[in-house]
T-cell receptor
Framework: GEDVEQSLFLSVREGDSSVINCTYT??????LYWYKQEPGAGLQLLTY?????DMKQDQRLTVLLNKKDKHLSLRIADTQTGDSAIYFC??????????FGTGTQLKVEL | GAVVSQHPSRVICKSGTSVKIECRSL??????MFWYRQFPKQSLMLMAT?????????EQGVEKDKFLINHASLTLSTLTVASAHPEDSSFYIC?????????FGPGTRLTVL
């Protein structure tokens, strides 16, 4: 199986940028995803990037992909308290089966 | 949009009871749906892939006789936890495939007493 790792916890102040990192192992992944999970809820797809891209920007979200190092990051600009949640990266290794990262809990402080 | 619903959102049952969870894609058709299990403060673990009109594909270590999956239509997949026991208590989440994206349901919290 493939391991997708993330740091467990990130704390930022409101208005600052947040950077959540993810390391994956399956070099054949065609798409890589970022999902947001609020307490007791399902997952919300935030954005995704195709494996032949280096960067994708979508409003406050910027995804960077370093395929050589198998490193994916999500930058949230102007982080707000409503961004507090758990963020999961996921890789699509084939057949649309997703392998999820361990999750990063983002805490936004005033 | 792409909305996936789950029912029920929460269920508490006695040990030995069978519990059925429904997953519906409300505004699109999904040939493939997925069932995940999530323990507290942990990531999602894929249990099985549900294919419309055919048998589900189970991940290693998941008992197919315990977790029965039926994908009767392009908008509905059901997961039945047969003879549930306290160790089956968990958060069960489904997702539905739409192109290269997967859209997730809100989850079902199962508590087995």
């Amino acid at each position: 199986g493939e391991d997708v790792e993330q740091s467990l916890f990130l704390s930022v102040r409101e208005g600052d940028s947040s950077v959540i990192n993810c390391t994956y192992t399956d070099s054949s992944s065609t798409y890589l995803y970022w999902y947001k999970q609020e307490p007791g809820a399902g997952l919300q797809l935030l954005t995704y990037i195709f494996s032949n891209m280096d960067m994708k920007q979508d409003q406050r979200l910027t995804v960077l992909l370093n395929k050589k190092d198998k490193h994916l990051s999500l930058r949230i600009a102007d982080t707000q308290t409503g961004d507090s949640a758990i963020y999961f990266c996921a890789e699509n290794g084939g057949g649309n089966k997703l392998t999820f990262g361990t999750g990063t809990q983002l805490k936004v402080e005033l | 949009g792409a909305v996936v619903s789950q029912h029920p959102s929460r269920v508490i049952c006695k040990s030995g009871t069978s519990v059925k969870i429904e997953c519906r894609s409300l505004d699109f058709q999904a040939t493939t749906m997925f069932w995940y299990r999530q323990f507290p403060k942990q990531s999602l673990m894929l249990m099985a892939t549900s294919n419309e009109g055919s048998k589900a594909t189970y991940e290693q270590g998941v008992e197919k006789d315990k977790f029965l999956i039926n994908h009767a239509s392009l908008t509905l997949s059901t997961l039945t936890v047969a003879s549930a026991h306290p160790e089956d208590s968990s958060f069960y989440i489904c997702s539905a495939d739409k192109g290269q994206e997967q859209f997730f349901g809100p989850g079902t919290r199962l508590t087995v007493l």
